[in-house]
Structure formats: structure tokens, C-alpha cells
């Protein structure tokens, strides 16, 4: 399965996207989102001023993400979190400054075997956590 980061998810919403990314999301299948990742969407959609803007996120954001069974929603479990507090704690010895959300993402993925599909991978290195990034794959 793959995991999409919120940059990925994003980015199919825009007006004009890259046209990469949504031949990669057309052409793969098995797709989830993580309850971190459906955090940081709402939490941007509700931190907009109020309008015709923000009410259209609103609704794309129930609409494909909440009640979308295309879309498998990951959960943050027992697993992941013990799996992300033994990856902070290591990381955070060797002098390094993980974004939480980001290794919790990571850990979900982990603990799930799961390809996170981001633009950001520079950040998910240190994870030891597969990855893709639908921006630079070549789909004729």
C-alpha cells in the first residue's frame, strides 16, 4: 500500500497539478492516507479565512478523504506509537531533530509495510521507511 503525505494529496487538489503526479495516482492502486496526515489537513482547512474557498475544501476534504472507500485511513495505533517513540529517542541521540509528524508518519508505515509516496523525501530519510516520489516518476 501506499501512503500518501499531505504534500501529494495537496498537490491533486490544485487547480493545475502536476500532471506526473496524477498519472502516477491514476495508474497505481492501493492507496491509504494516515490519521496524521487527515491532522494536518484539517488543521490547514480550518486555520483559512472564512468563504467559498475554504467551504470547497471543507467539502473535498469529507468528501475524497473521510468517506472515500477507495481511501484506507491508517490509524495511529499502539504499534506505531511505540515504533515512533524507539525512533525518536534514537534519532534525537544522534543529534538529529526529526519533525514529529513526519516520524509518526513513518512508523504507521512501518509498522504497516507500507510505501510512503511524498515530495518531502529528504525528510524521510533517517526513517529507514520506503519510499516514492510521484513527482520525479516518468509515466508516458
Do not use: C
Request: hydrophobic share 45%; aromatic share 10%.
Amino acid at each position: 500500500m501506499y501512503i500518501l503525505d499531505s504534500n501529494i494529496i495537496l498537490e491533486a487538489i490544485k487547480p493545475e497539478p502536476n500532471q506526473g503526479v496524477m498519472r502516477w495516482l491514476s495508474t497505481e492502486i492501493g492507496f491509504g492516507v494516515t490519521a496524521i496526515t487527515i491532522e494536518e489537513i484539517s488543521f490547514a482547512i480550518h486555520e483559512m479565512s472564512d468563504g467559498k474557498e475554504k467551504d470547497a475544501h471543507l467539502v473535498w476534504f469529507k468528501q475524497l478523504l473521510l468517506f472515500n472507500p477507495d481511501i484506507a485511513i491508517i490509524p495511529y495505533d499502539g504499534a506505531s506509537a511505540s515504533l515512533f517513540g524507539e525512533m525518536y529517542g534514537k534519532l534525537r541521540t544522534k543529534g538529529l531533530k526529526p519533525r514529529k509528524v513526519d516520524l509518526q508518519i513513518a512508523a504507521i508505515a512501518k509498522v504497516n509495510r507500507s510505501v510512503v509516496a511524498t515530495s518531502n523525501t529528504e525528510e524521510f530519510l533517517h526513517y529507514g521507511v520506503s519510499l516514492v516520489n510521484p513527482f520525479e516518476i516518468n509515466i508516458a
